[in-house]
């Protein structure tokens, strides 16, 4: 005869943190798909590229200027994120509103920094092949980084506001910390083949 054996969950926690969530998973899968798409759009940059005679095709190079600044700004937000990271895996609610108030500033500050950059192109998006695949790798990061700062505004209202009891929000700010590394992290191949290639 077989026997059934009964676990009782009640004592299990109703949230995760980190891999332990669900949550932290999805925005795993989706970095994966976006990773993808910005390595399949660097692809296209350097196919043609390599087919140009001249690249950038009749048009100067970028400004270094604002790139550089966006670039700049992307690796000095790595700290208080890092920080932000920290604070929320205490689950430190005064510390984790700070972080959350600076990620906030520094995603304004490169979205200001951002405008300039897509102005420094020195070249429109349907001019040639050149400034179409130029102006959808910037056009894709900066989507990214404003999908991250309306995110973040969302974590700032609830931890500011009553859902900030919840444990789970701070498994939340984790999560938006996780996002946050791979929107850096992308920045840099594509930093190299906007300001870099047409320098060679």
């Known amino acids: ?7 009782d969950l009640g004592d299990l926690p109703l949230h995760g943190q980190k891999s332990a969530s669900m ?11 976006e990773g993808t798409g910005f390595a399949l759009m660097i692809g296209v940059y350097l196919y043609f590229a390599s087919l140009a005679p001249e690249w ?24 208080p994120n890092w920080l932000l990271g920290r604070w929320a895996a205490a689950e430190d609610l005064r510390r984790v509103r700070i972080g959350l108030l600076l990620m906030a500033a520094f995603g304004i500050a490169l ?8 102005a420094a192109l020195n070249v429109s998006w349907d001019a040639n092949a050149y400034g179409s695949t130029v102006w959808v790798l910037l056009g894709l990061h900066t989507t990214h980084i404003v999908t991250d700062l309306g995110e973040t505004f969302v974590l700032c209202a ?12 701070f498994g939340d700010v984790q999560d938006g910390v996780l996002y946050w590394y791979f929107v850096v992290l992308t920045w840099l191949p594509i930093y190299a083949c906007l300001y870099g290639i047409p320098r060679l």
């Open 56 to 79: 950038p095709i009749n048009a100067p190079p970028p400004d270094l200027g604002p790139g550089t600044g966006v670039t700049l700004l992307l690796l000095a937000s790595l700290v």
């Open 1 to 7: 005869m077989r026997q059934h054996i009964v676990a």
């Open 23 to 33: 949550t932290w998973w999805g925005t795993l899968a989706f970095m994966l798909i």
């Open 158 to 169: 609830m931890m500011f506001s009553r859902h900030a009891n919840n444990p789970r929000r």
């Open 111 to 118: 979205m200001v920094l951002r405008i300039w950059e897509f």
